[in-house]
């Protein structure tokens, strides 16, 4: 009952202070790309934020743990982050997944983000982007070093920044190539992967919900390295192969139809499918409990299930899934799917370029 309540006490917060604030940062982001003088690359930033802007809307849930007086900084410091990844990963995926090189070079910005002002900022843009890609990592760099703990998470964020933008190249140009050798090998090369297969391992490292979680966790000034470090060892890699496997599944009839590469379609069935999910929702909230903040961690992990759960239409392979899913959070989590369904409803259901 107590934490049925405090689930709801969150979710209001996230209501009323979180996403009106996000909603801002989106609509100011968005202009900045409109204005892009770089025809193709205006045509990508503004198509990346169109169709993935619940994103960040969706990850500055994680501002609920940060102090009223730090919310602000909090809410533009995820947004602009995850605006960043969603930037980084459309070009990735449509302009330099060819060759291996660009994309890993492109995925510089995700690190240099997270590092702090004064360090060189060395970006290469693909274009002439009236300074986007430059203006998103100093916005970045900026909220993030203005938050009191932001050295006790800088050097995890820069790990999981590292592996976010190498998963993204790999997988990118695995997929333009047809050549699984050199991703799989990258997952190989990952630590604290546990009992995960590899193409398991490849979907967390497409993900960014490691590096905001912990961008989040620097707005506490009661952080200790100690609760940094946890932080990152509960979303890598157990939140990181949730979030991304999940997409995947909910999309895994149109990547069918259109060739785009499917992490789910590597399980050898549904019943495989669906305990690999499962397995992965149960360690993530098992992970995420203990965390300092753990209700609102758990809550993340309770809305990305929810969300692709309410996301299944009727008939697809997630819609035999979701039941189990749902099952899986545990009383806690279903006023959380309750109001991803309402909204889903409303709103319609999620996009990917």
Same mark, same amino acid.
């Given at each position: 009952?107590?934490?049925?309540?405090?689930?709801?006490?969150?979710?209001?917060?996230?209501?009323?202070?979180?996403?009106?604030?996000?909603?801002?940062?989106?609509?100011?982001?968005?202009?900045?790309?409109?204005?892009?003088?770089?025809?193709?690359?205006?045509?990508?930033?503004?198509?990346?934020?169109?169709?993935?802007?619940?994103?960040?809307?969706?990850?500055?849930?994680?501002?609920?743990?940060?102090?009223?007086?730090?919310?602000?900084?909090?809410?533009?410091?995820?947004?602009?982050?995850?605006?960043?990844?969603?930037?980084?990963?459309?070009?990735?995926?449509?302009?330099?997944?060819? /060759?291996?090189?660009?994309?890993?070079?492109?995925?510089?910005?995700?690190?240099?983000?997270?590092?702090?002002?004064?360090?060189?900022?060395?970006?290469?843009?693909?274009?002439?982007?009236?300074?986007?890609?430059?203006?998103?990592?100093?916005?970045?760099?900026?909220?993030?070093?203005?938050?009191?703990?932001?050295?006790?998470?800088?050097?995890?964020?820069?790990?999981?920044?590292?592996?976010?933008?190498?998963?993204?190249?790999?997988?990118?140009?695995?997929?333009?190539?047809?050549?699984?050798?050199?991703?799989?090998?990258?997952?190989?090369?990952?630590?604290?992967?546990?009992?995960?297969?590899?193409?398991?391992?490849?979907?967390?490292?497409?993900?960014?919900?490691?590096?905001?979680?912990?961008?989040?966790?620097?707005?506490?000034?009661?952080?200790?390295?100690?609760?940094?470090?946890?932080?990152?060892?509960?979303?890598?890699?157990?939140?990181?192969?949730?979030?991304?496997?999940?997409?995947?599944?909910?999309?895994? /009839?149109?990547?069918?139809?259109?060739?785009?590469?499917?992490?789910?379609?590597?399980?050898?069935?549904?019943?495989?499918?669906?305990?690999?999910?499962?397995?992965?929702?149960?360690?993530?909230?098992?992970?995420?409990?203990?965390?300092?903040?753990?209700?609102?961690?758990?809550?993340?992990?309770?809305?990305?299930?929810?969300?692709?759960?309410?996301?299944?239409?009727?008939?697809?392979?997630?819609?035999?899934?979701?039941?189990?899913?749902?099952?899986?959070?545990?009383?806690?989590?279903?006023?959380?799917?309750?109001?991803?369904?309402?909204?889903?409803?409303?709103?319609?259901?999620?996009?990917?370029?």
């Amino acid at each position: 009952m107590i934490a049925t309540l405090k689930t709801f006490v969150t979710l209001s917060d996230y209501g009323v202070s979180i996403v009106p604030r996000a909603r801002r940062e989106i609509r100011r982001w968005a202009a900045a790309a409109a204005a892009i003088p770089d025809p193709t690359l205006r045509g990508h930033a503004t198509h990346a934020i169109l169709v993935d802007s619940r994103n960040a809307e969706a990850v500055a849930a994680l501002a609920a743990t940060a102090p009223r007086r730090h919310r602000q900084t909090t809410v533009e410091l995820l947004v602009a982050y995850q605006l960043l990844v969603d930037y980084v990963d459309t070009l990735g995926e449509r302009v330099c997944a060819d /060759e291996l090189a660009p994309s890993l070079e492109l995925g510089t910005a995700l690190v240099a983000a997270v590092e702090t002002p004064v360090s060189p900022l060395r970006l290469a843009p693909l274009g002439d982007d009236g300074g986007y890609l430059v203006a998103l990592v100093t916005s970045c760099r900026g909220c993030l070093w203005r938050l009191p703990s932001a050295a006790l998470v800088a050097e995890d964020a820069a790990e999981a920044a590292t592996r976010c933008a190498e998963g993204l190249a790999y997988t990118h140009t695995a997929t333009r190539r047809g050549s699984l050798a050199q991703l799989r090998r990258w997952t190989a090369a990952q630590p604290r992967t546990g009992a995960y297969s590899w193409w398991e391992i490849a979907a967390g490292g497409n993900s960014s919900i490691a590096i905001l979680a912990l961008l989040a966790s620097a707005a506490d000034p009661a952080l200790t390295r100690h609760d940094a470090a946890a932080v990152a060892a509960a979303y890598w890699p157990h939140l990181c192969v949730m979030s991304t496997m999940l997409d995947s599944l909910v999309d895994y /009839e149109r990547d069918a139809l259109s060739g785009e590469f499917s992490f789910v379609s590597y399980y050898a069935g549904d019943a495989a499918a669906r305990d690999g999910l499962l397995g992965a929702t149960r360690r993530s909230l098992s992970a995420a409990k203990p965390l300092a903040h753990g209700d609102v961690h758990a809550m993340i992990v309770c809305g990305v299930a929810g969300y692709y759960a309410a996301s299944a239409t009727r008939g697809s392979r997630a819609s035999g899934i979701a039941p189990s899913l749902l099952a899986a959070l545990s009383p806690s989590g279903a006023p959380i799917a309750f109001a991803l369904r309402s909204r889903h409803r409303h709103r319609g259901a999620p996009q990917r370029p």
